[in-house]
């Protein structure tokens, strides 16, 4: 559910990010092939665009989409993280904001592909409902119906009154049977399914309303080419104006706003060289794929999903202490990750509890832990080496957390050094990092408390500490 909906928001991004330009240059233009495949192309560009990742445009070392596989793999081990309880809120529902969000867009989504989907039959219906004759016109079908009818067509089926088909047949006629050569009610499904989709984006509606005129613009241009008088076929729009009977899904004869129609029949020839307008798709879609491979411009661009997180969950950046060190002795590994502290920190202490071997000649290792209560420690990132400074950019493994629980085995033949990094519950990852020396034969327990690093570099444990915010490794 979380990824549907993450994938929603970056879909919504992309599709108000190369909309907005078209509705600025080329909205009133009369290229009207050149607009629909524009419009066609960023409807397809909002649904794929999402989903790619190229590591090689990445700002950043590491590429966003394995932040979110990690998310998707944390997710899919966890019903459900919820949001840390603080001092202030520890009675309140664990019902995040954020679940609530996920949960109102699930609903949506499904309210709505369920009324699209009724739409849909209920136009097979009307077409055949009170139908007096029906007729083959080439590749359509035309059925004439019954009393005052609006004009309309669906893929290869036109509906036409028999009040309309006397005086207005040829006209009419002509104008759906161009929604049916140029595919129009192919273009209507991609569209509703984005709708459906992006159903509480606005701009989604704005982009449908702008391709319904292109369809309009382009049957009116089929007509005019087909011999029609410019002026008869004026009064005819006007007179079909007054009907305000329409139906979703459909090409409706008189849907689009009259003005606007007789406009772009008036519209002088433009400039050819202004279709050079549609390349500004190419450095936006760079810029989007560049996004969605940079952690950093990546988490901005989700920074609607996590303003729907209680403030207690935001993490503050956290320095991590080696997980040999005890009370008594000073940390190693802080100064490599932390700024120079110049008063309290927070820290978190990893520390193994016991070392015990698992069989004699053995070639595995296993870690194993707990994670304190209100924590939101997701999943820890694990990197081999065989010294102490030069570790894989990408990591060897990752150990889910269930239930504030961990475990994972490893097959080594020899000792090795071991870093640990945290991945938290909305999926970002600490730039900090715990330092292990494993050796094959043994079982590492370990527990992941709060804690404080003072500037000496010897941890203080609290047994109950006083921030509210989330203390992680």
């Given amino acids: 559910m979380t990824t549907l909906f993450i994938y929603s928001i970056k879909a919504a991004f992309v599709l108000t990010l190369l909309f907005l330009p078209y509705s600025l240059m080329l909205r009133r233009e009369s290229f009207f092939r050149m607009n629909r495949i524009t419009l066609l192309t960023i409807l397809m560009l909002s649904l794929v665009l999402p989903l790619c990742n190229f590591p090689s445009l990445a700002v950043s070392e590491q590429p966003a989409v394995y932040e979110f596989q990690q998310r998707v793999a944390m997710l899919s081990q ?6 840390p309880a603080s001092a202030s809120s520890a009675a309140a529902s664990s019902f995040s904001w954020m679940s609530a969000a996920m949960l109102a867009y699930i609903l949506g989504l499904i309210l709505s592909c369920c009324v699209r989907f009724w739409q849909l039959l209920r136009v097979e219906h009307i077409i055949r409902k009170g139908c007096l004759w029906e007729e083959k016109h080439d590749d359509a079908t035309v059925y004439c119906h019954i009393g005052d009818v609006a004009p309309f067509s669906w893929m290869h089926s036109i509906v036409i009154s028999e009040n309309d088909y006397e005086p207005h047949g040829r006209e009419i006629l002509l104008h759906e049977k161009a929604h049916i050569l140029h595919h129009h009610s192919f273009d209507i499904l991609l569209l509703t399914f984005v709708e459906s989709l992006q159903w509480w984006n606005p701009v989604a509606y704005l982009l449908g309303n702008s391709l319904r005129d292109i369809h309009e613009f382009e049957a009116d241009n089929y007509v005019l080419h087909q011999g029609v008088s410019l002026g008869s076929y004026e009064k005819l729009l006007v007179k079909k104006a007054l009907a305000n009977t329409s139906h979703p899904f459909v090409n409706n004869f008189n849907c ?7 406009q772009m029949m008036h519209h002088p020839k433009p400039n050819p060289w202004m279709r050079s307008k549609v390349l500004y798709l190419i450095p936006l879609t760079m810029v989007v794929l560049i996004a969605f491979a940079t952690p950093r411009i990546n988490k901005q ?13 935001i993490k503050p950046e956290v320095v991590i202490a080696d ?18 502290p110049t008063e309290k920190q927070p820290v978190v202490n990893a520390e193994p509890v016991t070392q015990e071997p698992i069989y004699k000649a053995t070639n595995r290792i296993v870690i194993e832990g707990e994670v304190q209560e209100g924590l939101q420690d997701a999943a820890y990132q694990v990197y081999l080496s065989d010294d102490n400074e030069h570790f894989p ?7 889910p957390v269930n239930n504030h629980r961990f475990s994972y085995t490893f097959r080594l033949d020899k000792p090795h050094h071991m870093r640990l990094v945290t991945v938290f519950a909305d999926g970002t990852v600490n730039n900090a990092y715990m330092h292990l020396y494993v050796r094959p034969g043994q079982k590492t327990l370990m527990r992941i408390m709060d804690g404080h690093f003072y500037d000496d570099s010897y941890p203080i444990f609290d047994k109950q500490p006083q921030t509210t915010d989330t203390l992680s490794l």
């Fill in 256 to 262: 689009s706003l009259v003005r606007k129609r007789i």
């Fill in 393 to 399: 950019d990408e990591p060897d493994a990752l150990i």
């Fill in 301 to 313: 661009i989700e920074h609607v999903v996590r303003e729907a997180v209680p403030s207690s969950a």
């Fill in 78 to 83: 966890t019903d459900e993280i919820s949001a």
């Fill in 323 to 340: 997980a040999q060190m005890t009370h008594n002795e000073p940390t190693t590994d802080i100064t490599k990750t932390a700024p120079e």
